[in-house]
């Protein structure tokens, strides 16, 4: 496989489940961030690790616990999530360099997450 | 902060017609610009890039020009089609890792 790969692409949890999410990236890089997209609002970062280890954590609550064991594979741990917690988890890397032309974020499809 | 500010959509358009979405930045110093596309159901696609003042990013007919005195960076297509119906978002990148997105602008090209 090739980019930035997903799973699940669709996931409906309860209130009192605990799931994760998977992302793989298969490009090289060494950064990897976890966005959030809901309904009628801007695209929100919500973590971001270089080299494995954590350098943002943009005031997400700890029932999101993010997991990055290497620089290929990111997890997104969820429990007693709320029913707003429902968006589209949007995983990206980049190469993390400071060079201009290897910032850019590729992202993947994403997985669709439904808390009932 | 930094900041992207978008055309709000929707925007509905026929076949072949000229397609032009405005993005306007806030930042310090020299930021990247992105636009990204998202077609129904799926993520994001980075579309275009420029990272420099008076650079063009072009991919698949579509343009967008990184304009610093007007701190504009806006997508421009001659001739879309229905397959380019999707959400486009206007992004930047500045002296750290964070990308700044626009709200997104909905495209709808009708045949």
């Known amino acids: 496989e090739t980019g930035v790969t997903q799973t699940p692409r669709h996931l409906v949890m309860g209130m009192t489940n605990k799931k994760s999410l998977k992302c793989e990236q298969h490009l090289g890089h060494n950064a990897m961030y976890w966005y959030k997209q809901s309904a009628k609002k801007p695209l929100e970062l919500m973590f971001v690790?270089?080299?494995?280890?954590?350098?943002e954590n943009n005031s997400v609550p700890s029932r999101f616990s993010p997991e990055c064991p290497n620089s290929s594979h990111l997890f997104l741990h969820l429990h007693t999530l709320q029913p707003e917690d429902s968006a589209l988890y949007l995983c990206?890397?980049?190469?993390?360099?400071?060079?201009?032309?290897?910032?850019?974020?590729?992202f993947g499809p994403g997985t669709r997450l439904l808390v009932l | 902060g930094d900041s992207v500010t978008q055309m709000e959509g929707p925007v509905t358009l026929s076949e072949e017609a000229f397609l032009t979405i405005n993005c306007t930045y806030t930042a310090t110093g020299y930021p990247s610009l992105f636009w990204y596309v998202q077609y129904p159901g799926e993520g994001l696609q980075l579309l275009l890039k420029a990272t420099k003042a008076d650079d063009k990013g072009s991919n698949k007919g579509f343009e967008a020009t990184y304009r610093k005195e007007t701190t504009s960076f806006h997508l421009e297509k001659g001739s879309v089609q229905v397959s380019d119906s999707a959400v486009y978002f206007c992004?930047?990148?500045?002296?750290?890792?964070?990308?700044?997105f626009g709200a997104g602008t909905t495209v709808t090209v009708r045949a």
């Open positions: 990206a890397s980049s190469q993390g360099a400071a060079d201009r032309e290897l910032e850019t974020q590729y």
């Open positions: 992004a930047l990148i500045n002296y750290d890792y964070k990308l700044s």
């Open positions: 690790y270089s080299l494995e280890e954590r350098v």
